[in-house]
């Protein structure tokens, strides 16, 4: 694969999943294209072009030339310049990294991260609140989002890159949608009755079994185990990050009796509890990890080499496929580098397929 070819093939993953469906990725891609025609000469210069191709603001190539060949990436759910260093490390050992995947977004990414959170409105209505009561409550929300990410020194990392000439990506939203669909369907096909019944749900999915090991399991931020789960929303899991805690009155008038998510501020959790709302916290790099984990097997799959580090929780769904450098991947196994959780990984029977926490 080459460097653009692991991007597209995430954009596409991500399109794929995305709560608004194919219908309502056109009329956003619409909609910015409009936006984009009304502009004066000045102000396309600072358009992100990218945005007429795909909503994922928090997904891009920060450093390198497309074309690039990848044999090898470095993954990790928060990439900083020590993880850079650990790249070249690795490379002066032999080890083939062409390119350090972030999930968490970097350089204009990071910037950038308030433009993905509109997505969460869609989610919102889905589950009944009506679309102007929810963009209305995003509104504030997604401003707050943008002035917390203003102050950040967002190239640290991708300079860092750029001075080793070691290629970097980050892919956020593509992921988190990945996570989202895949828990959705896994609690859908499942009889909840409690909230109980939610949290044992949750910790079938390998990524969540491995966090309990870490103390980082899912818990219930709202409620108590007996308690009757009522309509379950997995609302919580994409959007680039947390939403407002306004929603929760707005969900609970909907008749939304639990949330799930990857992770919740305490004024959130606090609004939550005064609507009744039950909140289950799936986890937050366990989640991460779920969602990447769908990409990085596709990755896999062409014949790149992956090294989880940082959080990431690699779990390996091919069910055991032999890939071409099958002999690198036992290798670099045998030297404590590379699958993290290779061979014994069970198959789940389930799709196949600032302080912000994002
Ligand atoms: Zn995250």
Do not use: W
Not at 76 to 95: C, F, H, M, Q, S
Not at 310 to 322: C, E, P, T, Y
């Amino acid at each position: 694969m080459t460097i653009g070819e692991v991007y597209d093939a995430a954009l596409k993953l991500g399109r794929e999943a995305d709560p608004r469906g194919e219908d309502g990725l056109r009329r956003v891609l619409e909609r910015n294209r409009k936006q984009y025609e009304k502009l004066t000469p000045d102000e396309r210069g600072e358009f992100d072009r990218e945005r007429l191709e795909h909503p994922y603001s928090d997904t891009i190539i920060a450093y390198g030339e497309p074309g690039r060949p990848v044999r090898g990436v470095l993954v990790g759910i928060d990439i900083d310049p020590a993880e850079i260093l650990l790249a070249d490390k690795l490379r002066e050992r032999g080890v083939p990294i062409d390119l350090v995947i972030s999930h968490h977004p970097v350089g204009k990414g990071l910037a950038a991260l308030d433009e993905v959170m509109h997505l969460q409105a869609d989610l919102m209505h889905q589950h009944g609140v009506p679309i102007n009561v929810a963009e209305g409550v995003m509104a504030e929300r997604i401003e707050q989002v943008r002035r917390s990410v203003s102050p950040v020194n967002h190239n640290q990392a991708v300079d860092m890159a750029r001075a080793l000439d070691i290629p970097l990506m980050c892919i956020h939203t593509p992921a988190d949608n990945l996570a989202y669909q895949f828990i959705k369907r896994h609690l859908e096909g499942k009889d909840l009755d409690t909230v109980g019944d939610v949290v044992r749900a949750i910790k079938e999915v390998p990524e969540y079994k491995e966090a309990l090991k870490h103390s980082a399991g899912p818990r219930i931020f709202v409620g108590s185990p007996d308690r009757r789960a009522g309509k379950i929303a997995v609302t919580e899991f994409t959007g680039g990050t947390e939403g407002a805690k306004e929603i929760y009155e707005k969900l609970a008038q909907a008749g939304v009796g639990t949330i799930v998510g990857m992770h919740m501020r305490e004024e959130n959790r606090e609004e939550a509890r005064k609507h009744h709302i039950n909140v289950v916290v799936a986890g937050h790099m366990s989640s991460d990890s779920l969602g990447m984990n769908q990409i990085l097997d596709v990755l896999a799959d062409r014949g790149v080499e992956i090294t989880p580090i940082s959080g990431l929780i690699r779990v390996d769904r091919r069910a055991n496929v032999k890939t071409e450098n099958q002999e690198q991947r036992m290798k670099n196994v045998a030297e404590g580098i590379g699958h993290a959780m290779p061979e014994e990984t069970p198959v789940p029977e389930e799709p196949d397929a600032i302080e912000e926490e994002f």
